[in-house]
């Protein structure tokens, strides 16, 4: 069964500083979906980013970027210049290619931004 | 205009009362979902739906029956609530198996509270 695993119960940045949130997942399939969902205090599931397995370049959406390493099945997210509005949960998750549709999430990290 | 929408949003009741949730997205989706997430905020799937028909039920109580009268709609009636039933339900949409990258769109969430 996959797994997806979230080394960071919490972390903190400085505002306008760089953060990486780590996430490491298990699975003996080559073709899937890696996602990161952000979770305000207001608790909807925002998606942030996504990575297809296929794809060697990384992710990247604005001042959210991902390091997707296939090999070590790694997939971090890393946060520029990191504003307020960014604390949240932020959840990575692992979708299957082809399968079943469910997504896998990991436990969350909670990012607070410190002014 | 509101994707993926649910009601209620917040829902208070007591112990052994039926409760239902209603689900519905105009993202024109083909696959719909329902997610539990607990006291932990640890995400997990409870059903998929794919064209209104059952295509993921992940080993959840038969107290709880999800039922999809189109493919925009997905409801969720909990029989017989108990205590551990207590959580925030989102519900979320995707495009279907044959179409692209199986992003899954959530709906605010409803907290259900069990006393």
């Known amino acids: 069964a996959q797994t997806v695993t979230q080394s960071q119960p919490e972390m903190s940045v400085q505002e306008a500083e760089t953060v990486t949130l780590s996430c490491t997942y298990d699975?003996?399939?080559?073709?899937?979906?890696l996602f990161w969902y952000k979770q305000p205090p207001s608790r909807q599931m925002i998606l942030v980013i996504r990575q297809e397995a296929y794809k060697q370049q990384n992710a990247t959406e604005n001042r959210f970027s991902v390091n997707f390493q296939k090999a070590a099945k790694s997939f971090s997210l890393k946060i520029s210049d990191s504003q307020l509005g960014d604390a949240a949960m932020y959840f990575c998750?692992?979708?299957?290619?082809?399968?079943?549709?469910?997504?896998?999430f990991g436990k969350g990290t909670k990012l607070t931004v410190n002014p | 205009d509101t994707a993926v929408s649910q009601t209620p949003k917040y829902l208070v009741t007591q112990m052994g009362n039926d409760k239902s949730i209603k689900c519905e997205q105009n993202?024109?989706?083909?696959?719909m979902y329902w997610y539990k997430q607990d006291s932990k905020k640890f995400l997990k799937i409870m059903f998929s739906?794919?064209?209104?028909?059952?295509?993921i039920n992940e080993t959840v109580p038969n107290r709880f029956s999800p039922k999809s009268p189109d493919k925009a709609h997905l409801n969720l009636h909990i029989n017989s609530l108990e205590l551990g039933d207590s959580a925030v339900y989102f519900c979320?949409?995707?495009?279907?198996?044959?179409?692209?990258?199986?992003?899954?769109?959530f709906g605010p969430g409803t907290r259900l509270t069990v006393l």
């Open positions: 993202l024109g989706h083909d696959t």
């Open positions: 979320a949409s995707s495009q279907g198996v044959l179409a692209g990258t199986r992003t899954q769109y």
């Open positions: 739906y794919n064209n209104k028909e059952l295509i």
């Open positions: 998750a692992y979708g299957l290619q082809g399968g079943s549709e469910k997504l896998v």
């Open positions: 699975t003996s399939e080559s073709d899937y979906y």
